[in-house]
């Protein structure tokens, strides 16, 4: 367990990781790219996925060493995350890295496919996690896939990643739950808000698919994946408000109206404001909930909850707040503004939204309090 | 033995040999100055041990274990900005004189900044000091002062030349409240009680040798003493849940009545947003390298006094037709702590303050937006200007 102390502070390993994986971005990842993937077929370019799971190396940092991993903290995996979300890498980053990798790790030792997680973590080959939550916890009364005779029927949903070359499937299987792997089933993909991150409905009929673990040991390992994909998720929020602040500030720093920067107008200037503080709770909670995640040191439950309900929210604000601050251009097509926006209402709804993390948040922290402390009410 | 080690066999050492649940309160806060406890990161001497300042936590965790007092409520103006003030910007003798009865809570201090016609625009203020001899005369008159009339020293900024542009002809004096021409008078405020002072200062006289900083340095040195306070009443608690938004929760606990899910959900979210503040305060707080408060503390008391005014509006909701109820407005001196906390409409009415005092919201934001994400600076009026051409009113 880490020192409390440590918490919060980025060792020197994991400020160069940042910064690898900034360069990267620029330089391979720039805007140009993200729109000509956005507007693909499939959304991603396999080859520069392999390249981030192979040349750079950081698809699967918290997969410990014996699985194929770099065998590091979730906190590395948050400090990529934080920089695809600025990025707005394309392709499978929820789907592969943020659930179906943390779900494989939890079943090390149950009959895991160890090739599997190796090329997913080199990149050679991606996953998607077709699993309803609900708020972004797991819920077995949602599963409607069935399984008999090593064959799935039925269908999932807004699966993130969907066309993923192989699924992880919650499925019946008898009384119980299981997380079955296929390659198969039929991917429809959707026309999604957000270009850069591709859903697909998915459907089995008679699918033959490998159960990976049944009952207790599947919905530990569903259960944990949807945590570890709640703060990555959250990490990524962080890195795209930190960039679009950036961004507003810049532009309300050199834009110049009534021959002025129209930043030194306070009604600029004090939403600027208002945003700083959205994006240093949305850092402060994410990775807090990484550093819960990896060392015990807090309930994970309400750490991720938390983190979720403040992310979700403050990146949504920031982006909004981006559009109106950079004024006729940031409503433009040809302006970024809105690729980060249709991400932000993306990632808000994905794992559960602000509002349902906040009534768990509510069951956690209001539901059980006592009316024991001093505050007294004058009654006249 | 490393500084962390250091810190903590001195705090055990005092703890020991003067135990504070027995021993009179100034004699053992003595003993705690004397071994260097007061402020860690002042120089030996002065009531510090010249190490981090992040290690104040550990001797104030091992002096509350033993049952100790806090210093810092005792006399809060003087720990939270006099202390440091004096340290920075007085000579080494000024600060051997004035620290250690600051420390033990001998001499309360406060602070004669704001005035009638300055508030936010604060180095507009026009109370001045003119030089006679050694000593200066100062005449003016000073508004917000806590403890002003237990107070025995003042941290006191005047106008020493009235022909320079205004942030430039202020300079920053250590005030004897003892002294002739210095009255205080209470200010009675909206909950009915009288926090505040007002001080009429008419030829009161400082002795040269209690000037802080070079005559004409006033705005500099007030900084520090600024920065200083925006940490100390931002600087929420460390605890989960607690503060303000723990009456919340409590009230929630005990009208169970009165739920509905909006209220619900409202509840839920200032408590997420105490929790991310205070999650943000515990960053700051361990990411800090330098030793003094940066603008992170900007954060923490923009954050913390809309999110203390959200709180009790919705404990006035919840509380329903309670709401329009109130205890006593008999004026009385609120610096007990009791009547300060007093009941839930006085916390609510008292919470109305909290964005204006020690820097209002609006200028948080500004100093936000200017000197953490650099955007340039407003357009003003009075800009090079000496000060005495400058409209006021």
Redesign the interface.
């Known amino acids: 367990m880490a020192d409390a102390?440590?918490?919060?502070?980025l060792t020197p390993e994991q400020q160069d990781l940042r910064r690898a994986v900034r360069r990267f971005c620029a330089e391979r990842l720039g805007e140009d790219t993200v729109r000509r993937l956005a507007e693909s077929g499939t959304g991603h370019d396999p080859a520069l996925w392999a390249r981030l799971g192979g040349e750079l190396g950081v698809l699967g940092l918290a997969v410990p060493e014996e699985l194929g991993g770099a065998g590091g903290g979730l906190v590395d995996q948050a400090v990529v995350a934080e920089e695809f979300g600025a990025a707005l890498v394309p392709g499978p980053v929820l789907g592969t890295v943020g659930l179906a990798v943390p779900a494989l790790v939890a079943l090390a030792g149950a009959g895991l496919d160890e090739d599997l997680l190796a090329s997913l973590v080199e990149g050679a080959r991606t996953a998607a996690f077709a699993v309803p939550d609900r708020g972004g916890r797991f819920d077995p009364a949602l599963v409607t896939v069935t399984e008999t005779g090593g064959a799935l029927t039925g269908e999932v949903r807004h699966v993130v990643d969907g066309t993923a070359d192989v699924l992880l499937v919650a499925a019946r299987t008898g009384e119980e739950i299981g997380l079955f792997l296929t390659d198969g089933g039929e991917r429809i993909p959707l026309s999604t808000l957000d270009r850069t991150r591709r859903q697909a409905t998915v459907r089995f009929s008679a699918t033959p698919a490998r159960a990976l673990a049944v009952g207790a040991g599947a919905e530990q390992a569903i259960t944990a994946a949807l945590r570890v994909g709640g703060a990555l998720l959250a990490a990524e929020q962080v890195g795209g408000a930190q960039r679009m602040?950036d961004r507003t500030?810049a532009y309300?720093?050199t834009r110049l109206q009534f021959g002025?920067?129209i930043?030194?107008?306070?009604a600029?200037?004090?939403r600027?404001?208002?945003m700083?503080?959205l994006v240093?709770?949305?850092?402060?909670?994410a990775?807090?909930a990484a550093w819960a995640l990896q060392d015990g040191t807090d309930d994970p439950d309400l750490a991720v909850a938390?983190a979720q309900?403040?992310c979700s929210q403050a990146y949504q604000q920031v982006a909004q707040e981006s559009v109106q601050l950079h004024g006729g251009i940031g409503f433009t097509w040809e302006h970024a503004a809105h690729l980060y926006l249709k991400r932000a209402v993306t990632d808000a709804a994905l794992l559960g939204s602000a509002?349902e993390h906040?009534?768990r948040?509510?069951q956690l922290?209001?539901d059980g309090?006592?009316?024991?402390?001093g505050?007294?009410?004058?009654?006249? | 033995m490393d500084d962390r080690a250091r810190v903590e066999k001195a705090a055990h050492e005092v703890v020991e040999e003067h135990d504070p649940r027995s021993v009179p309160v100034r004699e053992f806060l003595a003993a705690w100055f004397a071994a260097g406890l007061t402020w860690v990161h002042f120089p030996e001497g002065l009531g510090g041990l010249g190490v981090s300042r992040g290690l104040q936590a550990r001797a104030n965790a091992i002096l509350q274990g033993a049952g100790g007092p806090n210093p810092f409520f005792l006399n809060p103006i003087g720990h939270g900005m006099a202390a440091a003030t004096v340290l920075e910007h007085g000579s080494r003798e000024l600060a051997q004189e004035l620290l250690p009865p600051l420390a033990t809570g001998e001499h309360i201090w406060c602070q004669l900044f704001s005035e009638p016609g300055a508030g936010s625009d604060l180095a507009g203020l026009a109370t001045s000091a003119v030089l006679d001899g050694d000593e200066w005369v100062v005449n003016g008159q000073k508004v917000w002062t806590s403890f002003a009339h237990r107070a025995r020293y003042a941290l006191l900024l005047a106008r020493t030349d009235p022909d320079q542009p205004k942030h430039k002809g202020l300079t920053y004096f250590v005030l004897d409240m003892h002294a002739p021409g210095v009255e205080t008078r209470p200010l009675r405020q909206m909950t009915g009680q009288a926090e505040f002072n007002e001080v009429y200062l008419t030829d009161a006289r400082i002795p040269d040798t209690h000037r802080l900083g070079a005559v004409g340095n006033g705005w500099r040195v007030a900084m520090t003493t600024l920065m200083n306070e925006r940490s100390a009443i931002g600087g929420s608690s460390s605890v989960r849940g607690a503060g303000a938004i723990a009456d919340a929760v409590e009230l929630w606990a005990r009208y169970p009545q009165r739920h509905t899910p909006v209220l619900r959900d409202k509840l839920a979210a200032l408590w997420t947003r105490a929790e991310a503040q205070r999650l943000t305060d515990e960053r700051a707080r361990r990411s800090a390298t330098s030793g003094s408060p940066g603008p992170e503390g900007s954060i923490a008391k923009l954050v913390s006094a809309e999110l203390n005014q959200h709180v009790y509006e919705f404990c006035m909701e919840l509380i329903g037709p309670e709401a329009t109820l109130y205890g006593d407005y008999t004026q009385r001196d609120a610096e007990r702590n009791e009547d300060y906390r007093g009941p839930v409409q006085q916390r609510f009415l008292r919470s109305r303050a909290n964005t204006i005092e020690g820097g209002t919201s609006e200028v948080l934001r500004n100093i936000l937006g200017e000197r953490i994400l650099g955007l340039p600076g407003d357009l003003r009026a009075d800009a090079g200007k000496p000060w005495k051409e400058v409209p006021r009113g």
């Open positions: 102390v440590t918490e919060f502070v602040l500030v309300a720093g002025r920067p930043g030194s107008f306070q600029v200037k004090h600027c404001a208002d700083l503080v240093e709770h949305a850092r402060s909670t990775f807090h938390v309900a403040t509002a906040r009534e948040i509510a922290v209001l309090a006592s009316a024991s402390g505050v007294r009410v004058a009654t006249g």
